[in-house]
C-alpha cells in the first residue's frame, strides 16, 4: 500500500489561494486542475472544500471563478446566496445557463499551461 503524503493544512489552502488568484477575470478552473498544479491530483474534492470556505469578500479571491471538471456551479451554495456564483461570473462576461458556464472548453483556465509558460 502507497503511504499518502501528510497534508500541511495551511500551506494546502495557502498554495490553492495562489492559484485562484491567478485566474484572469472572464476565465474559470476546475478543483482538480487547482489540485494537479498544487501537487495532488487526488485531492479535488478537498480543493473544492476550501473553495467552500473562502469567504470571497474578506480575502479578495475570487472563488467565483472555480468550478467542477464539467464547468458546473457545484459550489454556488458557499455563497452569500445562490444568485451570487452565476452574477459574478456573468458580470466578468462568463455565460451561465443552468448553473453550467456555456463554452466551457473555451473559458477553462488550466494553471499548468501557465507554469509550463513561465518555464519557457
Not at 494553471?111 to 513561465?118: C, G, S, T, V, Y
Amino acid at each position: 500500500m502507497k503511504k499518502d503524503k501528510v497534508v500541511d493544512k495551511d500551506a494546502f489552502r495557502c498554495a490553492i489561494y495562489d492559484i485562484v488568484k491567478t485566474i484572469p477575470e472572464g476565465r474559470a478552473s476546475s478543483y482538480g486542475a487547482i489540485a494537479r498544479a498544487i501537487g495532488y491530483p487526488h485531492l479535488s474534492r478537498m480543493v473544492g472544500r476550501v473553495m467552500g470556505e473562502c469567504d470571497s469578500t474578506k480575502t479578495g479571491i475570487p472563488a467565483h471563478r472555480v468550478v467542477n471538471s464539467q464547468g458546473a456551479l457545484s459550489a454556488k451554495a458557499a455563497f452569500g446566496n445562490a444568485g451570487e456564483m452565476p452574477e459574478l461570473l456573468e458580470a466578468e462576461g462568463v455565460a451561465v445557463v443552468n448553473d453550467r458556464i456555456k463554452n466551457w472548453k473555451t473559458i477553462f483556465w488550466n494553471p499548468l499551461d501557465e507554469m509550463a509558460k513561465e518555464i519557457e
